[in-house]
């Protein structure tokens, strides 16, 4: 056997090596080969040529990819190529430099591939995507925006996926799926988030559910939720055995009903906000109501459930629905919410013959609040009225008009840093963060404004309160909860480790775990009191945003615990062509969904019982599902948690629409959000979520205590 070569020797020869693989790979290219290079930054993907797998740092095979000599990462220029056979590149340098590219390529050819371009310097977001395009798109540029497009068939289904990218990244995606004649588009904006949905005739609604498929008989079909069916009076009607239809609404909420001749609406989120008879909603729409009266419904709904009310216990007359506390008027494309305690007439009307306390909320077509009306009671028997409107202004600034019932009013303008309102007019600064009044001095800082604001308290204060209730009906945080949640992230930043790896370098690691501890308690006790619910494990230590409908409670000591929690997402249909025979070329189409189940069960310390559960899917028809195939046994002070890399995930191909807790023994006074006794149940949400942060089905429990996991999964 030869000696190794060591040392110098060693390097030596690797240099060698990668010298002539650098002058192979500048002197040769092969038409038909992936990821061959062109040039020092030139790289051939199928067609389209981009930076793919190439080493900007150093270069594939010892050749150097950075163009310019070395500028900063800030100053470098990057050029769309496109020959004049249609072929296109990405370069890492000025036009100067990609043209110089291009000649050398050419003249190292020996001008067997001629190259007539064109050249167009676009931006770093841009060259990025263009980079990491797949093998088989292809790529154009456009008016300042780089648009690449993928094409795939799948078992007789052609999608074709169109991305656009502007100068600051992503914009917007078309999602055109097509088989069998028929035709699906999906839209997406710059957040990825579905706008729209057609069928090539017919505005379908924003919805993940929306799919064509090819069912059992070879025949394509348009399916909601798996379910085929057909579009008809603004409604995708059911064909399938269960029958019934589903809207989908433009704010993607549902309107759906079913055999039984019950309707429901749901938000976007799937929550019910209104169930009614058929009868009943036909009174309210119609037989064949138009998009834009199921859309109006959609919101009312909304409102009236924001308030308490169902919308089949409303009265309706005309544009008005409402009770004797609450009425929501269709005002054109706004809607108009009053709340008060018996102030509304038999006809909808807010009584006037004496003194109310309301407050009324006007939203605009796309749900932002433009108006918020109050009347209040100052003192004893005196009213007084505040409106405040919001509209934008010429520049596109939100402008902010606060009027009393004495006809005055004050004007002030959102500074685009979102945290002063200003007066055009004077010089009055109102900090929304700590709601303190400052003015500009000589050398235009903005200093606190002292006496020079001391009779601005009380308009203050009315700008205070009006900007945080929108922020809050428009599901923004509000001052009070920004400012928390800046200690929240200084003090959990400290509790997972932020803080305490710096800690860490003067404590010893008992001491260390006894910090964080008492930070842990810290912060269960205070910050999440009445927020953020704190859930403790004895392994793993958590924090749970939690909605009460969601979640089941027992009463120990006079006091609510929360004892479980669960929660279920799933992914779109996965369809593919699955091989049964090698030999004879057979195949099967095969549709499957991925879940992921996370679930909390705790036995507090103190209940002086066992507790006994089981996890269970649930279908759209009601039927349940084991996941385990024996209960789960916690005893006195045990737990039980499925969460993070431990999650419950799978592969199925049944559809499931809910998950639930179930508990054959243990406590007789378990409260959950539905008033069940004994069950705990909620929705299955759509998500675009990977799998390969998941741990395998059958993952440790997560939690200490509990039998019956390690029995064994059922086949769900």
Request: proline residues 1%; charged residues 30%.
């Amino acid at each position: 056997m030869k000696p190794k070569p060591k040392g110098t020797s060693l390097a030596a020869a690797l240099m060698v090596i990668a010298l002539i693989i650098s002058i192979f790979s500048l002197g040769f290219y092969s038409e038909g080969q992936t990821g061959d290079k062109i040039s020092g930054n030139v790289v051939k993907v199928s067609g389209a040529l981009s930076q793919v797998g190439v080493d900007t740092t150093g270069g594939s095979g010892g050749v150097s990819t950075q163009v310019g000599g070395g500028q900063a990462a800030g100053d470098k220029k990057y050029t769309f190529i496109t020959a004049k056979d249609g072929r296109t590149f990405v370069v890492e340098g000025d036009q100067t430099q990609a043209k110089k590219e291009v000649d050398d390529y050419t003249i190292k050819e020996q001008n067997k591939i001629k190259i007539d371009a064109t050249y167009q310097e676009i931006k770093q977001p841009q060259y990025t995507a263009a980079t990491k395009a797949s093998k088989d798109s292809s790529l154009s540029y456009n008016n300042g925006d780089l648009v690449i497009t993928t094409s795939k068939d799948s078992g007789g289904r052609t999608t074709t996926t169109t991305e656009i990218y502007g100068e600051g990244g992503f914009t917007s995606s078309t999602e055109k799926r097509e088989g069998g004649g028929l035709t699906l588009t999906i839209e997406r904006d710059k957040d990825k988030n579905i706008e729209s949905v057609t069928d090539g005739t017919n505005q379908l609604g924003p919805s993940i559910e929306w799919n064509i498929v090819k069912n059992n008989e070879g025949v394509w079909e348009l399916t909601y939720g798996g379910r085929p069916g057909e579009w008809e009076d603004n409604r995708f009607k059911f064909s399938d055995d269960t029958g019934g239809f589903v809207s989908v609404l433009e704010d993607g909420s549902t309107i759906s009903g079913d055999k039984d001749g019950y309707v429901v609406i749901e938000d976007k989120d799937g929550k019910t906000v209104a169930s009614l008879k058929e009868e009943e909603y036909e009174n309210l729409v119609g037989q064949n109501p138009t998009i834009d009266q199921l859309n109006t419904l959609g919101k009312v709904a909304s409102s009236l459930r924001e308030a308490g009310l169902d919308l089949s216990a409303a009265s309706h007359k005309d544009n008005k629905y409402y009770s004797n506390d609450v009425v929501v008027e269709v005002s054109g494309t706004n809607i108009i919410t009053t709340q008060c305690d018996g102030c509304v007439d038999n006809n909808g009307e807010i009584k006037t013959d004496k003194g109310y306390a309301y407050e009324s909320v006007t939203r605009d077509a796309n749900d932002n609040v433009v108006k918020l009306e109050t009347n209040a009671e100052k003192e004893e028997g005196k009213f007084e009225t505040t409106t405040v409107e919001w509209s934008v202004n010429g520049e596109g600034k939100q402008v902010m008009t606060i009027e009393d019932d004495n006809g005055n009013f004050d004007e002030f303008i959102l500074q685009d840093d979102k945290v002063y309102y200003y007066s055009e007019d004077d010089n009055k600064y109102y900090n929304r963060d700590n709601g303190a009044w400052y003015k500009k001095d000589t050398n235009g800082d903005l200093v606190p404004c002292g006496d020079d604001c001391k009779n601005l308290d009380d308009l203050g204060n009315k700008i205070g309160e009006a900007d945080d209730k929108k922020e809050s009906l428009e599901g923004r945080k509000t001052r009070f909860e920004r400012n928390i949640d800046n200690i929240w992230s200084a003090l959990e930043d400290a509790a997972s480790g932020g803080a305490g790896r710096f800690f860490s370098l003067f404590m010893d690691d008992e001491d260390l775990a006894k910090w964080r501890e008492d930070v842990d308690e810290f912060l269960c006790d205070t910050i999440l009191a009445g927020g953020k619910d704190c859930w403790t494990s004895e392994v793993c230590k958590i924090y749970v945003d939690i909605e009460a409908d969601s979640a089941a409670y027992v009463e120990t000591n006079g006091l609510l615990a929360m004892v479980a929690h669960i929660e279920g997402e799933r992914s779109d249909a996965i369809s593919y062509v699955n091989v049964t025979n090698a030999t004879t070329g057979s195949t099967e189409s095969v549709t499957q969904y991925f879940y992921k189940i996370t679930a909390n069960v705790e036995n507090p310390a103190d209940s002086d019982t066992s507790l006994k559960f089981n996890l269970y899917v649930k279908k759209s028809d009601g039927s349940l599902k084991a996941i385990f195939n024996s209960d789960v046994e916690l005893k006195e002070g045990e737990s039980f948690a499925k969460y993070g890399s431990s999650s419950i995930v799978k592969y199925s191909e049944t559809l499931y629409d809910g998950v639930c807790i179930i508990f054959s023994s243990g406590f007789d006074d378990i409260i959950t959000g539905s008033g069940s006794e004994n069950e705990l149940c909620n929705l299955i949400t759509l998500t675009d979520m990977g799998v390969s942060s998941y741990g395998e089905e059958g993952a440790s429990t997560g939690g200490t205590g509990g039998s019956g996991t390690d029995e064994g999964w059922s086949d769900w």
